[in-house]
């Protein structure tokens, strides 16, 4: 029986995501959380004709209840960006909500597979794993922020500019997951070349594509739908793993040997993942001039955004 708990399921891509999950064939039990409106979206999903045992869980007296027994973890809480909003604003609201989360899961399900959606995923995967060592339950192996949305844009935007089928197209996309810290490593495409311009241009598209979509929805609305399909993407690749057996590939944020010798400690790069978690980090192999370029600016930032996201566990012990 493989159980999965989606922690913020009535938001945006809350509900998205648990609508995918409940059509998983591998999800026997979903388990919804959020502060609110959880047990209305888990009525509503309860009436689809798929294998999935859905209940709902409101409030911080459920969630250890909606935690309990799980195998993989899904983290979408917390409030999505608004126009003009960084996901460094965000950092001041979500950072506490992530620690609350990280702390009912070390204390209900401390070997699940924890995939963090929640923004500025840069500082929350660290928040979780500094709360999972106060709790002596932090596996390295099992804690993913999901890039996914970065290569599923890279996917998209470079199959329509070179005519590529979508289907056959998966790009590498290392880094972190914002702006300037996304690097999709474009020049690692068989058989496809690109202009200087098209290599700009496509790298700030896959970049800032979030932020085309808070503009898009007029301040109304983040990237939540594709956000959703994203992440419900790599909980595929995690239930082929746990339960099939299967050794899958995905790109995602995670502690890392791969930056290392820059002082980097989380970093998102091309894993291989089986039952135990992951289970080798593919390298990264030769960047252009451009994407080495992008490395040397992005690490700096990341440096930045994983020393908040220690820092605040830190001081909120004081």
Request: proline fraction near 5%; aromatic fraction near 4%; charged fraction near 20%.
């Given at each position: 029986m493989v159980k999965v708990a989606v922690l913020g399921a009535a938001g945006g891509i809350g509900q998205s995501i648990s609508l995918i999950l409940k059509n998983h064939p591998l999800v026997d039990e979903l388990a919804l959380y959020d502060i609110v409106n959880a047990p209305g979206v888990a009525t509503d999903l309860s009436h689809i004709?798929?294998?999935?045992?859905?209940?709902?869980?409101?409030?911080v007296k459920e969630l250890d209840n909606a935690l309990t027994?799980?195998?993989?973890?899904?983290?979408?809480?917390?409030?999505?960006?608004?126009?003009?909003?960084?996901?460094?604003?965000?950092?001041?609201?979500?950072?506490g909500i992530i620690k609350?989360?990280?702390?009912?899961?070390?204390?209900?399900?401390?070997?699940?597979?924890?995939?963090v959606i929640s923004n500025p995923v840069n500082s929350t995967v660290p928040i979780c794993a500094e709360v999972f060592k106060t709790y002596g339950c932090y596996n390295p192996k099992k804690l993913f922020g999901v890039t996914t949305l970065d290569v599923i844009r890279a996917n998209t935007f470079v199959s329509e500019c070179k005519g590529l089928d979508v289907n056959k197209t998966d790009i590498t996309v290392i880094g972190g997951h914002s702006g300037t810290t996304i690097i999709p490593l474009l020049s690692q495409i068989q058989g496809t070349n690109f202009t200087e311009?098209?290599?700009?241009?496509?790298?700030?598209?896959?970049?800032?594509?979030?932020?085309?979509?808070?503009?898009?929805?007029?301040?109304?609305?983040?990237?939540t739908l594709s956000m959703a399909y994203a992440g419900a993407f790599f909980v595929d690749k995690l239930l082929n793993a746990i339960v099939l057996g299967k050794t899958v590939t995905a790109c995602s944020y995670v502690e890392s040997p791969i930056a290392k010798a820059d002082g980097v400690k989380f970093f998102s790069s091309s894993l291989k993942i089986n039952k135990n978690g992951i289970e080798e980090f593919i390298p990264l192999g030769k960047l252009s001039e451009f994407e080495q370029n992008l490395y040397n600016e992005c690490i700096p930032q990341l440096k930045a955004n994983i020393e908040k996201g220690v820092n605040f566990v830190a001081q909120s012990k004081l």
């Open positions: 004709n798929t294998k999935a045992k859905v209940t709902g869980f409101n409030g027994g799980c195998d993989i973890v899904v983290i979408p809480a917390g409030v999505p960006r608004k126009p003009g909003m960084t996901r460094d604003d965000l950092f001041k609201i979500n950072a609350g989360l990280a702390t009912a899961i070390a204390k209900n399900c401390p070997k699940a597979f924890t995939c311009s098209q290599i700009k241009s496509l790298t700030q598209h896959i970049q800032f594509g979030g932020d085309e979509v808070v503009k898009a929805k007029n301040g109304k609305g983040s990237a």
